[in-house]
């Protein structure tokens, strides 16, 4: 007997076991220990434990034999796992490779343990191959995004018209990132996906089984099949993507997802692969502007894959802390609930935000969130831990770079060229949180982005994307 298990995050339609003719049956786990390792939102627990049900239902459906381990008892994933294999009499397994750190490792130590074969299939949840990935990065340990984007336009030929990138640019960030129109804009709303008898189920079990994990269950938003999620897909790219680019960086306190694909809770689960996504979007080439699909298409082969990269190339990065911060988060960042009074508006906003939805957009991320944990001292670990339990799409590979690397700044400048801080200027620029321009700029945002810079010149001097910054620093401190 041969079997595949097929994990949480490769919830694949045409994952290869079941096309793999060697495959007799397949596990499916859920795995109360993981599912608590963290105080995880109820959406993402939602989500993956209603995409588990449905791929392991599909796949009985399909004819395949089964094996599945719901939520029930308090087993480990190893426990559950040698249990099924030892039910079931396995002389093999098989799995796709995991992207999060350890856990090939982890699963071949179980299979050495019972003593059975492995085989491994290659991860498909990124365009890039690990190995071409890999050694990119080793051929460019130094390089930045662009560098990384170039490489992948040039190696997919996606938006290249022969050797010349589509329009004749390689991004087009100078027509991108503006703040909303004062008069505002009409928002195409999400798609409401409808609950099927195993979300309802599953919802439910949410409810009574982690009733002490943020977020309400009964709020659940997503899809959580791949038909469901391409149909997601193709509300964006019908009705926000000619907006995207101009308005990715934009905010509103009273628009959570404004022009956002809102996809990369599917792509990082397996519900969609990253092919049909540029698919979808470049098929639009000749009706949206080439700066919105630039940036939605720099974001998904760009950044994303880029994040995977550096994520394998540095492990290390998860344990940085370039600033030698360490204050702890308060309760309230997880609970929600005697948030301080004097929190500033953009992050009261954004963390309510958070816990109704999981979910923030990246600018949101970066420059609310991301700014006051850097402003206000936190260390950059509690802050990944927050970020890694909170976001519906959030897991390590790609919360390590993007919040150790990016937002914290924690590696010193090797994903991020300086420290993503601001006063309050820049989000009345792109989001109008105050009442008027001196407001924002008398804000206490404004005071914390000056006293980091002054408390932490001596490693930020060196930088040359901050000499305006620092030089406006001392003539405000007086030398």
Known sequence: MK????????????????????IDILFFVEAESALTRRPFHAHKLVLI?????????????????????????????????????????????????????????????????????????????????????????????????????RWQRTRTGVLMDGEKPAGGAWNYDADNRH???????????????????????????????????????????????????????ASF??????????????????????????????????????????????????????????????????????????YRAHPALIDANHFELTRPLEDWWYTGRQIPDDLPRPVRVVLERVHRFSYAHHIERLMVLGNWFLLQGYHPRAVFDWYSALFVDAYEWVMVPNVQGMSQYADGGGVATKPYVSGGAYLQKMGSWWRSDREARDSVFTSAYWAFLERHEARLAGNPRLTMPLAQMRRRRGG
């Open 3 to 22: 079997a595949a298990l097929i994990l949480a995050t490769q919830l694949f339609e045409d994952h290869p076991a079941l096309e793999d003719p060697e």
């Open 49 to 149: 434990l209603s995409g588990i049900r449905h791929a392991a239902a599909r796949a009985a459906e399909a004819g395949h034999r089964v094996a599945h381990l719901p939520v029930g008892e308090e087993w480990s994933f190893a426990a559950g796992l040698r249990r099924l294999i030892r039910e079931h009499g396995v002389e093999g397994l098989a799995w796709m490779s995991a992207t999060d750190r350890g856990v090939d490792e982890r699963l071949r130590r179980i299979c050495d343990d019972e003593g059975i074969a492995t085989r491994v299939y290659p991860d498909a949840l990124f365009l890039t191959p690990a190995d071409d990935l890999d050694g990119w990065f080793d051929a460019h340990p130094r390089a930045k995004m662009e560098d990384f984007y």
């Open 179 to 233: 703040p909303l129109p004062k008069g505002g804009i009409p928002i195409p709303a999400l798609p409401e996906p409808e609950r099927d008898d195993i979300t309802r189920e599953v919802i439910g079990l949410v409810a009574e089984r982690f009733a002490d994990h943020p977020g309400d269950p009964d709020e659940f938003w997503l899809p959580v099949t791949a038909p469901g999620a391409r149909e997601w897909l």
């Open 237 to 310: 790219v019908a009705d926000r993507l000619e907006l995207f680019g101009r308005y990715e960086d934009a905010m509103n306190a009273d628009e959570p997802f404004l022009f956002h694909a809102v996809i990369s809770p599917f792509l990082n689960v397996g519900l969609l692969r990253v092919e049909e996504v540029v698919q979808a979007a470049v098929a639009r080439r000749e009706e949206v502007p080439i700066a919105s699909l630039e940036g939605f298409v720099r974001q998904v082969i760009g950044w994303r894959e880029y994040m995977r990269g550096r």
